[in-house]
C-alpha cells in the first residue's frame, strides 16, 4: 500500500512539474532566435577573449624574461578571435538575407551549389590557417623560453580555449567554420 501512494505521490509532482513548466514559456512568448539555441553578441565574444587571454598568462606565470613575449602572442589570439567574430557574423548576415528573400517572393532560393560551399569551406581554411599560422610564430619565442610545467599548462590553456570545444579542439585550433 505505501508502494502505491508513494508512486502516486511521484507521478503528480512530475505531472505538476511538467505541466509548472509548460506554462512558464509558450509558444509565442519564445523568438525564433531563442528557439535555435544561444547566440553570443560581439560585447559576449570580446569578454570571453579577454577571460581567456587573461586564463592563458595567469596559469603560465610568466617571468620577467617571458613577459617580453606575451604581446605578440596576446595580439595574435586577438587578432584571430576577431577574424572569427567577423565570419560568424558574415555567415549570420548571409542566412538572415537567404531568409528575407524566401519570404519576399515565397521561393525557396538554393544557396551555394556543392562545388561553391567547396570553395567557400577552403577559402575559410585558407584564412584560418594563416590565423593560426601567426599565433604559432608569435607563440614560439615564448614557448621556447617556458620550463616543462609552464608548456604543459600551455598546451592545455591553448586547448580549453573556450567556446564549444569544451576541452576538445578549443578555440584556437577549432576547425574552419562552417561557410555556407
Known amino acids: 500500500m505505501m508502494k502505491k501512494i508513494l508512486a502516486g505521490t511521484i507521478a503528480l509532482t512530475l505531472a505538476g512539474a511538467g505541466l509548472a513548466l509548460a506554462q512558464q514559456t509558450t509558444p509565442q512568448q519564445t523568438s525564433p532566435r ?4 544561444f547566440r553570443m553578441s560581439a560585447e ?8 581567456r587571454v587573461a586564463s592563458l598568462k595567469a596559469g603560465l606565470k610568466l617571468t620577467a624574461e ?3 613575449h606575451w604581446p605578440a602572442v596576446e595580439t595574435a589570439i586577438r587578432d584571430l578571435a576577431k577574424d572569427r567574430a567577423e565570419r560568424m557574423k558574415a555567415r549570420t548576415d548571409r542566412m538572415a538575407s537567404r531568409r528575407e ?3 519576399a517572393d ?14 567557400q569551406g577552403a577559402d575559410a581554411m585558407t584564412t584560418r590557417a594563416a590565423g593560426l ?6 607563440s614560439e619565442p615564448l614557448y621556447k623560453g617556458l620550463d616543462e610545467g609552464q608548456k604543459h599548462r600551455f598546451t592545455m590553456l ?3 580555449g573556450g567556446g564549444h570545444g569544451h576541452g576538445h579542439g578549443g578555440h584556437w585550433q577549432r576547425r574552419a567554420d562552417n561557410a555556407r
Open 66 to 68: 617571458q613577459e617580453k
Open 34 to 37: 531563442e528557439t535555435r539555441g
Open 101 to 103: 528573400a524566401r519570404g
Open 133 to 138: 599560422k601567426k599565433l604559432a610564430d608569435a
Open 44 to 51: 559576449d565574444l570580446a569578454a570571453l577573449t579577454d577571460a
Open 158 to 160: 591553448m586547448r580549453m
Open 106 to 119: 515565397n521561393a525557396q532560393r538554393p544557396g551555394p551549389d556543392a562545388i561553391g560551399r567547396l570553395r
